[in-house]
DNA sequence: ATGATTTGACCCTT
DNA sequence: AAGGGTCAAATCAT
């Protein structure tokens, strides 16, 4: 029903998908290009807050624009409710809706960990594929209707790393969907929102699976680096992840017999209910966004 | 008790 | 018809 009008809007929601694709990937490395030059000078620093600023500001008007678009087409998606009896004899009514977005494209990355809250919702065999792949929806797809997915597959070259594949845009306040950290470049207040990062490796060592998963970012992710530096962005995105998340916060696929699920559902990449070690980074960021550090764009 | 994961079935696309 | 993506009951973990 929505195939003849999305084929009218098709061109200009792909292009603009892909222009915040891109927007994205750019932001992310100029975070992490600023994390390096704040180091150096505080000059290089302002000029990255400048760039930041307006790569979000590109991003949250993009973003206003797409997530409209794919709202509409999110909730006429070609919804088909069907029942069925199932070989147990229940009945059950299914809707069933198929992925229209388009892929963000494959990354092969060594983590799992993005930022992002996963719920797996199924895992497949496929064909001439000797590990299953398993598909995961954002844990905010319910309470905020955020329709971003995820497929991931172990690597068929490189078993130790994944296959990630995304699908659509958060539309959640997940902290890396957010603009990040627009600081005024007043020194004070930089430091101010840096200063709690020392703290952070008393409370999660760096060298432990669990640091990895939480302070694990996006762009740790994407280029599969092993830079071991904890910038205050990345702290952001625990935060967030802390402040938003009442129960599990990471997910890993069933890939029992790698040795990769094992660190997972071991406990360490699956922290679930720890409330209250999330409730200190949350409390002590708690003045931090209050002084508006973090700008959430509505 | 609640929420996440597993897993077989269902349905769509090719 | 096959392969792949999603649903949802059952199961598991906390």
Request: hydrophobic share 35%.
């Amino acid at each position: 029903m929505a195939s003849s009008d999305s084929a009218g809007r098709d061109l200009p929601a792909a292009r603009a998908a892909a222009a915040v694709n891109d927007l994205i990937e750019v932001r992310e490395g100029a975070m992490r290009l600023k994390g390096m030059l704040q180091e150096q000078s505080s000059g290089f620093a302002e000029l990255m807050d400048g760039i930041l600023n307006k790569l979000s500001s590109a991003l949250s008007a993009l973003d206003t624009g797409c997530t409209a678009g794919a709202s509409a087409s999110g909730a006429s998606d070609g919804v088909i409710r069907a029942r069925a009896e199932s070989s147990t004899g229940r009945t059950r009514k299914r809707s069933f809706s198929r992925r229209l977005e388009r892929s963000s494209g494959k990354r092969v990355t060594d983590t799992l960990v993005d930022g992002h809250i996963w719920r797996k919702y199924g895992q497949k065999e496929i064909q001439n594929s000797t590990h299953p792949r398993s598909y995961y929806r954002c844990t905010h797809k319910s309470d905020q209707g955020c329709n971003a997915k995820r497929q991931v597959q172990i690597c068929e070259t490189h078993p130790i790393k994944y296959a990630v594949t995304y699908y659509g845009e958060h539309t959640c306040k997940a902290p890396s969907n957010t603009p990040m950290i627009i600081v005024p470049a007043s020194g004070d207040r930089a430091d101010n929102l840096v200063s709690f990062a020392p703290t952070l490796p008393q409370l999660l060592p760096a060298t432990t699976q669990l640091s990895s998963s939480w302070c694990t970012s996006v762009d740790d992710v994407f280029s599969s680096s092993s830079d071991p530096f904890v910038q205050a962005d990345e702290l952001a995105v625990i935060v967030g992840s802390a402040g938003k998340t009442s129960s599990t916060v990471g997910s890993v696929p069933d890939y029992s017999g790698s040795g990769i699920g094992d660190m997972a559902r071991g406990g360490t990449g699956s922290f679930a209910s720890s409330p209250s070690s999330l409730g200190f980074v949350v409390g002590s960021l708690g003045s931090i966004v209050d002084d508006d550090f973090f700008q959430f764009d509505p």
